[in-house]
Each structure stands twice: as structure tokens, then as C-alpha cells.
């Protein structure tokens, strides 16, 4: 997948989804369902919006979710003072027509764009019918009687309600980030642990226990996470998801995994021992266990290679 962060650029034969793309939840994808049956080069055009709050997924997470959903190039235009200022007219002419060759247009029924979103849907048609490019046009989808949108998901998500959430986007919510060394507890219990951040921008669910599954590259594997700040551990620590994998063998650090929320166990606690927390996580891994064990095989995630559970090594 070709990555633009500028304006600077030109492309052949593309169609053109254009949004926001918080999320790329269910109705984003109907957008990119319908700009691959058009056999072209697929864009998805998003916006960088400095200082715009929290996402639900960081710009790396959403790049590698484009990217495993077929887009061929994900351009994110810099919002700057000059961008704002651009005519709807001259928004299509320069960008959609001369710098994308926009052959088909897909956006949602509210789409607005240029100086003041003076440009509308309509808009976008008559200037198509001059300049050689169809439009598509979707309504807001709508679930439970509710238009799925991502303010509406990062609503759930701080709520806590994941099963929702996951629904909505149409594949389960997940943290990506490179493993770094953590303070080796995890060890200390046979139980170690791989560390990453999650990004600042990033909307995060509750603080607590979660099964997951996770991605290591090609591979997946079964396991349980902590998301918060563990409370147990002295001192001041920052927000983190420490995941141990039940079936993984070697060394991760450094390297960068996907850890797919499947469900809510318990909420982070602290604990006034070391043997109190090794029996929580023991009874934590048993829940673990049971839930994943109920989705193996369904979606992207396959069987695992086996049902015994191995201590991995340190990482």
C-alpha cells in the first residue's frame, strides 16, 4: 500500500472514498466495497487534523487496517490553513481530478467539503459529469435502530461495552504496538508478559482484564491482557497492555503485535501480594480460555496449532 501525507502527488485511473475513517467501521467499508468492484486503483482520502482528539484507532493502527482491507493508496491530507481555504470547486479539479485522475468517487450522503464545506453531494455530481468521474453515494448505515457512526463507538468503547463495539466495527477492536521490556513480574509468576503502548491519541475501553487474541505477524495465538497501570507494581506507571500469550515460544522484543480485545474479564485491580495476583491470573487465564476457546475458527482467527498451553520463554 502506497502511504501520501502531502499534496504533492499524482495518480492513474483511482476511485476515491473519501472520510474521516475513525474506526473503518462497518459503513466506512461499504465505501471500500464499492470502490474495488470498480476494478481501479483504490484511494482511501483521509485528513490530518492536528490536535483532534481521540481516535479509535492511532493513524499506524488505521494504516495497517487499510491496508489488510485492499486499499492501494492510503493519501492523508494535511489540514492546514491553506486546505481549509480551498474552494469545493477547486478542491475537485486539484485533487480529485488532476492529482487522483478520479475515475469513480465514493463518499457518504453527508459528505461536505472545501472552504466553509460549501461543497456538497450535488456539487460533486455536476462537477463529475465535466470531468469524466461517477459518484456513489451511501446513506448512514444504521444498527439497533442507530446510525453507526464513530462517535457512537468511542461512546461504547469508554463504556465498556465491547461486545457493541466490536459489532459495529465489524472486526474486533485491537491495540498494535512494538514489544518493549517491561519490569519482568510477569516472570517472577511464570507467567511473563509482552508490553506495548498504546498511542496517546488513542480512545481506550476501561481499565482491566481482557481475553484476546493476538497477531504476530502470519500467526495467532490465544491469550489474556491487562489494560491499565497496574496498580499492584510501586510507583507511578504509565498506561500499557501487558498480554501473555498461552502458545508462544521465543522473543518478542521489538517485534510489533495486534492484540484483538474479544472480551471483558474484570476490572485492573490492585493486589497486596505477588501470590494473590499469580492466583487471579490463574483463575483469569481458566475465563481466558473458556470464551476464546467458543471463537476459535470463527473470523480471521483460526484454531490455534494446539490445546495444551506451553510456558513460553522470557520476552
Sequence with gaps: MKIITDLNFKLNGTA??????????????????EAKKSGL?????TFLFPGSGKCIYSYEEKLSLAESLGVDVFIAAPVTEDFMRMEPEKFVEEILVRRCDARKVVVGADFRFGHNRAGDVRLLQQMGAKNNYSV??????????????????????????????????ASPYFIRGRVHTGNKLGRRMDVPTANISPAPDKELPPFGV?????????SWYEGVANLGVKPTIPGENPVGLEVWLFQYQGDLYEKTITAYLMDFLR???????????????QRDTAQAEEILRGLRGQ???PCPPHSDRQNPTDR
Excluded at 481482557?210 to 502470519?218: C, I, P
Aim: charged residues 25%; glycine residues 10%.
Design 299 to 301: 473470523g480471521p482467527f
Design 16 to 33: 476515491v472514498c473519501i472520510g474521516k475513517f475513525d474506526g473503518i467501521h462497518k459503513g466506512h467499508r461499504l465505501l471500500l466495497t
Design 136 to 169: 456513489a453515494v451511501f446513506d448512514k448505515l444504521r444498527e439497533g435502530g442507530k446510525i453507526i457512526s464513530s462517535t457512537r463507538i468511542r461512546k461504547l468503547l469508554t463504556a465498556g461495552k465491547l461486545s457493541e463495539v466490536n459489532g459495529l466495527l
Design 210 to 218: 481482557y481475553a484476546v487474541m493476538v497477531q504476530v505477524k502470519d
Design 41 to 45: 486503483t483504490v484511494v482511501m482520502f
Design 267 to 281: 476490572p485492573e485491580q490492585k493486589f497486596d501480594s505477588l501470590s494473590e495476583l499469580k492466583a487471579q491470573i
